[in-house]
T-cell receptor, first 114, second 115 residues
Framework: GESVGLHLPTLSVQEGDNSIINCAYSNSASDYFIWYKQESGKGPQFIIDIRSNMDKRQGKRVTVLLNKTVKHLSLQIAATQPGDSAVYFCADLGGSSNTGKLIFGQGTTLQVKP | KAGVTQTPRYLIKTRGQQVTLSCSPISGHRSVSWYQQTPGQGLQFLFEYFSETQRNKGNFPGRFSGRQFSNSRSEMNVSTLELGDSALYLC??????????????FGPGTRLTVL
């Protein structure tokens, strides 16, 4: 079946360092990917997305890289701050016929040490 | 624009009871998806509604149902509650829900505890 997985359940980084969170997906038909951040007691918050016709997309302090050959994507956070501490999920919206169904990875907890 | 709102935020029920959760999407969004989040299973898709019709459904028993109203607001219902239904129930809205095009925005969730 479909699955989306993350390589590490927990990532601990020093404040000011760059963070890289990885994710693998299995569905070759997947054409849209989203990264979410979830803080304790809150719903997932949209960070950045990328479509399959791109291999890189940049936002404010975040970059998402997509490698369709090995079905892998990563989220890079520059100059990580304490406010970045949260659980990060990659999600896959599948092919165009898969309406409204995001498939989530298990999440990586990012801990930022001051 | 106001974000996705969910009510109530917290619920405590006992086994065998039923519960109804409500979701108001972002204004103009017509697709509403529901997810269950638990520590063991993570985020799992329940179903998606668009124009008052269920278009997509996850692998949950028939005790889980939903509906959507003409103003795009949605409700989900869980009947005959079981202890394992304790979870955070999240609602997300998007303009059309179409795969490959739409970003989903989430509400804060309803925390359901079944005793």
């Amino acid at each position: 079946g479909e699955s989306v997985g993350l390589h590490l359940p927990t990532l601990s980084v020093q404040e000011g360092d760059n963070s890289i969170i990885n994710c693998a997906y299995s569905n070759s038909a997947s054409d849209y990917f989203i990264w979410y951040k979830q803080e304790s007691g809150k719903g997932p918050q949209f960070i950045i997305d990328i479509r399959s016709n791109m291999d890189k997309r940049q936002g404010k302090r975040v970059t998402v890289l997509l490698n369709k050959t090995v079905k892998h994507l990563s989220l890079q956070i520059a100059a990580t701050q304490p406010g970045d501490s949260a659980v990060y999920f990659c999600a896959d919206l599948g092919g165009s016929s898969n309406t409204g169904k995001l498939i989530f990875g298990q999440g990586t907890t990012l801990q930022v040490k001051p | 624009k106001a974000g996705v709102t969910q009510t109530p935020r917290y619920l405590i029920k006992t086994r065998g009871q039923q519960v109804t959760l409500s979701c108001s999407p972002i204004s103009g969004h017509r697709s509403v998806s529901w997810y269950q989040q638990t520590p063991g299973q993570g985020l799992q898709f329940l179903f998606e509604y668009f124009s008052e019709t269920q278009r997509n459904k996850g692998n949950f028993p028939g005790r889980f149902s939903g509906r959507q109203f003409s103003n795009s607001r949605s409700e989900m219902n869980v009947s005959t509650l079981e202890l394992g239904d304790s979870a955070l129930y999240l609602c997300a809205s998007s303009p059309s829900g179409m795969g490959g095009t739409d970003t989903q925005y989430f509400g804060p969730g309803t925390r359901l505890t079944v005793l």
